[in-house]
């Protein structure tokens, strides 16, 4: 059986599995010798629920765009392209070895042939079924659409209501969306949370937690005077969300779960083989996805913060209400995620530690 190696891959989840699941020996299809291999049919079962996406077009178009060789799509035409092509342009999967060999070809037909595949799939040009009717790959951009509606119609028009459309267009499709996205962070997993010390006496291991109603303030996640838990994955990230100046004293909890809870992750959308044959929900929801989740940690300016969180305080209300007790999402202005908890009696905080600001690294780029 042939065998494909490390170097005919860009993709990171195939490179590491040939890497821990192959062996040395000579790659077939990209050239290079001593190098980790594998069966070419065990990187065709990875790659089946990719190959799956895609029908031979005669399945779906129309006998004129059949003849033209083109389609519309978004007001531009669009050739239509082989099965190989599709791989190699859209999904970065393959490596310059296996590219410059000229090869990929010819791996995506011996991938075909092992899975016992229709080979109307090689012979045929190939697209995306429901791509075709403009509701594959495009869902994302649709709900990017209505989320745009969507904030504008909360921060400026209707606070406490949301329309039928935006119900239909963003809110359903999303709570379709969460179970793919649930982590459940282990019991015994850490967490940091920082305070600025504001005047001379040390903040108490008790004053760590939710703020005392009479103190809270609106959060990216919750409205005033509701109160959630923000806490960070280090203690750099804490200490660099809550703005401390230079010489300010900022005290640092450690707080520990002691459960197991389902949380959104946000921060990063898995890769696609990760997704399995869900790689479906992957392909509709990817670019929405990556767009949230820039959504939910953008940093903004004090002054725009009060408008600006209403859309996210909305979202974190609707995902609470389904049951899901936070959400993980990335930290613009620390190196590793935050994390907001809808209540923190899943935790334990102990061990307190107080630390001075000696520096503070700023970058700007120049506005015109
Ligand atoms: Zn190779």
């Not at 400026?156 to 949301?162: I, W």
């Not at 809270?216 to 806490?231: D, H, K, Q, S």
């Not at 994955?233 to 520990?256: C, Q, W």
């Not at 990556?290 to 996210?312: D, H, R």
Request: net charge negative.
């Amino acid at each position: 059986m042939n065998k494909c190696c490390i170097n005919c891959f860009y993709d990171k989840y195939l490179k590491n599995f040939i890497e821990e699941s192959g062996q040395i020996g000579d790659c077939d299809y990209c050239g290079s010798i001593n190098i980790a291999c594998i069966d070419i049919n065990k990187i065709a079962l990875i790659l089946e629920p990719l190959l799956s996406l895609y029908s031979p077009i005669e399945e779906f178009v129309s006998s004129e765009e059949m003849k033209n060789g083109q389609y519309m799509e978004n007001g531009y035409f669009h050739e239509f392209t082989f099965l190989w092509e599709e791989l190699l342009y859209n999904w970065e999967l393959f490596d310059d070895p296996l590219i410059d060999a000229n090869k990929v070809e010819t791996l995506i037909e011996d991938i075909v042939w092992e899975l016992g595949l229709n080979e109307q799939i090689l012979q045929s040009f190939v697209m995306v079924e429901s791509d075709y009717y403009g509701e594959g790959k495009f869902t994302s951009e649709i709900m990017r659409d209505y989320w745009d509606e969507f904030c504008n119609d909360i921060k400026f028009d209707n606070r406490f209501f949301v329309s039928a459309e935006i119900q239909k267009e963003l809110l359903n499709p999303l709570h379709q969306i969460f179970p793919y996205i649930t982590i459940y962070p282990e019991s015994k997993e850490i967490f940091y949370r920082a305070r600025i010390q504001r005047d001379k006496d040390k903040i108490k291991i008790e004053d760590m937690g939710i703020p005392q109603i009479e103190y809270r303030r609106p959060g990216r996640a919750n409205p005033f005077p509701i109160g959630y838990l923000y806490l960070a994955s280090n203690e750099l990230t804490a200490i660099t969300e809550v703005r401390p100046d230079i010489s300010e004293i900022v005290t640092v909890g450690k707080f520990i779960l002691n459960k197991s809870l389902p949380i959104l992750d946000i921060s990063h959308i898995k890769p696609p083989f990760d997704w399995g044959w869900d790689i479906r929900i992957y392909y509709k929801y990817v670019r929405f996805l990556l767009f949230l989740g820039n959504e939910l940690s953008k940093p903004l300016a004090p002054y725009q913060e009060a408008i600006e969180y209403i859309p996210t305080q909305f979202l974190c209300g609707f995902i609470k209400s389904e049951g899901i007790k936070g959400i993980k999402y990335r930290s613009h202005r620390g190196p590793g995620n935050n994390y907001v908890f809808f209540s923190e009696e899943s935790f334990k905080y102990n061990e307190l530690k107080t630390y001075k600001i000696e520096s503070i690294e700023y970058k700007f780029s120049e506005q015109k």
